[in-house]
């Protein structure tokens, strides 16, 4: 194949050439390509490339997550302002003072509202104590003896709770048995 396209342009060889460009073709030429030139020019100077700023302000955004997650994590209040293990302690705590307050929700009723109000009160004095501990702690720098402190008062918290919900049982126990005895009387 490529043999005849040899020979073609072997016998059409002088064929091809019969008209010669103007004088002033090389000139016209080169004003058209610099008239494209400069049209090309303009229109990219017209845009403006927003990708430079677009990574400079997602530099920025990053930048002030990073400050504020970290001032965040700095302004950990508690056992978890110590140290990881600590803040740990302080979650397994809250939570579980939070279902053993669930409990005595689900437990009111008119024959323990005393109760349940004595211990909601005992729970505040000793919230109030624990906030203290925490100011007590920010000046000691981390006192062994402030965060045993406060983790006994998480257990004395747990511990009133506990206790009230055992009353409540005993009183519902009684309140159940008297109903037993007035029905056989």
Known sequence: MSDNLNNLFQDLQGHFDTEEPGKDHEKRFLSKLNEQNTIAHTTTK?????????GIAASIVLIIALVFGNSQEASATGLASVSPEM???QDFFTSTIAVE?????????????????????QMKRLEAEYESLISDLNQSGNDQRVIYA??????NRIEILQNTL???EIVEQLKNSNNENNNTI
């Open 46 to 54: 017209q845009r403006f490339n927003w990708k430079p700023l677009l």
């Open 87 to 89: 803040a740990k302690t």
């Open 101 to 121: 307050l669930k409990k005595l929700e689900k437990a009111t009723n008119p024959e323990t509202k005393l109760l349940i109000q004595d211990a909601l009160n």
């Open 150 to 155: 406060m983790i006994s008062n998480f257990q």
């Open 166 to 168: 055992k009353q409540i």
